[in-house]
């Protein structure tokens, strides 16, 4: 079951000085239940529109959202199965953070047991009494996060929830991310972490000006990225570099290897040739891609 | 109810609110002891001493023996003139000392001011003071969606709460609410201040039940007066999306566009403008600034136009986005 379905959506802005900008072009997602799914993009790809469409902050100009199989104007009615966060959340800085999840919590009837147990889970249980305003910006995404959690959501929507967080603080929230997925719900995250993404994400789509250029399981998505490169190193360079390219090989050197555009089947035609002309391989393996090199490789030729 | 609960705890908490509770406290007590000691505990004799008083007579005299008038002639003063075909005598006749010298004798310089504190006088001070109360509305109004719509509390809002026009009505109730609340418990507390002047330093006569009745709903008026000022400065602040937009909507209104442009250039347009009615409302009486407007005709118009605002504000807030 989709718990997160969009079609054909399209937002247009007004621009200040006349003219339209397009932040999200026709685009179609769907975003199973259970899992965590990584929604990438760079800056500009049109995530947050996407996410405040979603959240009914922002009126599509074309296309339409569901969430847990309702239309964005019946929100209300599923409202209290969604968390979300939207970029850096605000709360009343003045509040304690504690308080301000109290507050937030009374909107529905959550008592103060459940927000001693948020602020626990994001590790605020001791500045929980601290003034908001006084808190660091990976304290505040904490918040966001808990108060994200508070309604025990089957769906969390996250907008960069590791935004301001230090490697142990990024570190926590992965974690939990991946333990909020085990649970049995489903975590959207927007994010432009890609090696976060890549180790917590089941599934991926990328969004480049506004259209979705790739999705489906992050294997899946890693494979397109995956052109066939292989790492050989050798102990002389610039001559296996001449005797792959004679080959017909496709290659270049790069630091300490040469990298040559083949599939990982091609590695016995590799050694052959390198082996004709008395050189022999001390490594040969396929190229490791990371997300990162696919979101680059994809979004190359739309940048934002 | 949830939400108007939590939307009235948060707008008590709110700082602004407190500093201008705290500043108004603190200007009622400066009022409650600056009328004590400024009121008199008896009425005050109040012209020249009696060395001045003399040498003034002696002067008129003087001038009545030369030829001059008859002391305290011609200036509303008791005169010793006997009445209708009296003449003085002529210069130089002892009858004409005799009359000048009697005539200054019964002349009377000054009087007695009564400098005392009237507790019945509140009620003017609550009806200029209504003004200020609705300044203050405006400004607690505007700033609490204002300051939510900039720094993106609201944004955090919606998402617990999706629909708009529920939270603007949250909202604005908790607004007014407030802003009622705080102006009837600071004229509560300036009648506590200015109580003790008029107890012990000045004078309670006249306030009976009727006096209570009358005063009370002047001080309601003022609170109703309050709570439509901050339903204005809501509806503006949340149109702006600011406090700032809020607050300059109002001025550039009242002050430049009512107050001048409108009242000064279009004469007929005074019954319609907001402050008018306003004066006619808090005086509960026909004809004041505005002529054949009653006080009931200016409530009505004045809460229609809050009420047109605020929706007005509430359908732009449902259908702009929230970016």
Known sequence: MAVIEIEGLRKEFRRLRGGRNLAVDGLDLSVEHGGVYGFLGPNGAGKTTTIRCILGLVAP???????????????????????????????????????????????????????????????????????????????KQRLGIAAALLREPELLILDEPANGLDPA????????????????????????????????????????????????????????????????????????????????FEAQIDADHILVTAP???GARITRTLATKRMYVSELRPMEVSLEDVFLELTKDNPS | MRLLGIEI???????????????????????????????????VRVGPSAT??????????????KGGPLPGEGEGAPSAVPGPGFSLPPVGTAERQTVCVKAADQLQFG??????????????????????????????????????????????????????????????????????????????????????????????AGTNAAFWRTFSYVGLRSG?????????????????????????????????????LLGGLIPSIRPWLIVGNAIVFVNNERNVDIRGRSPTQAILLLVGYAVGLWLIATLVTKKRDVS
Request: with cysteine.
């Open chain 2, 9 to 43: 705890r948060r707008a008590f908490a709110r700082r602004l609110t407190k500093m201008v509770f705290i500043i108004a406290l603190a200007g009622i007590l400066a009022a409650g002891l600056t009328v004590f000691f400024k009121s008199h505990r008896t009425e």
């Open chain 1, 61 to 139: 100009t074309a296309g339409h959202t569901r969430v847990l199989g309702s239309e964005t104007r019946h929100l209300h009615t599923v409202i209290d199965r969604i968390g979300s966060i939207v970029e850096t959340p605000t709360y009343f800085p003045t509040f304690s953070g504690r308080r301000n999840l109290r507050l937030l919590g009374r909107i529905d009837g959550i008592g103060p047991g459940a927000v001693e147990s948020v602020l626990e889970r994001v590790g605020l249980a001791d500045r929980g009494d601290d003034i908001v305003k006084h808190y660091s910006l990976g304290m």
């Open chain 2, 52 to 65: 001045q008083e003399q040498q003034i007579k002696n002067d008129m005299i003087e001038s009545c023996l």
């Open chain 1, 264 to 266: 990982a089947g091609e």
């Open chain 2, 224 to 260: 109703a007066l309050a709570a439509l000022a901050a339903i204005l400065g809501f509806a503006a602040g949340a149109l702006g999306r600011n406090t700032a937009a809020g607050l300059g909507a109002g001025f550039v209104y009242l002050a430049v566009i009512e107050g001048g």
């Open chain 1, 169 to 248: 603080g990024i570190k926590e929230v992965r974690q939990l991310l991946r333990t909020l997925a085990n649970e049995g719900r489903t975590v959207f995250l927007s994010s432009h972490l890609l090696g976060e993404v890549q180790q917590v994400c089941d599934h991926v789509a990328i969004l480049a000006r506004g259209k979705c250029i790739a999705q489906g399981p992050v294997a899946d998505v890693l494979a397109r990225g995956e052109a066939a490169r292989m790492v050989v190193k050798a102990e002389n360079l610039d001559g296996a570099l001449q005797a792959l390219t004679a080959a017909g």
């Open chain 2, 111 to 204: 009087g007695l001011e009564d400098k005392r504190f009237h507790l019945t006088e509140i009620t003017d001070i609550f009806k200029h003071l209504s003004v200020w109360f609705a300044i203050m509305a405006w400004l607690l109004a505007a700033s609490f969606i204002g300051a939510e719509w900039r720094t993106g509390m609201m944004t955090t809002l919606l998402t617990w709460e999706p629909r708009r026009v529920r939270v603007m009505i949250a909202k604005v109730i908790a607004a007014v609410f407030v802003t009622f609340v705080i102006v009837m418990v600071l004229q509560a507390l300036l009648v506590g201040a200015l109580y003790p002047a008029a107890a012990y330093r000045g004078s309670t």
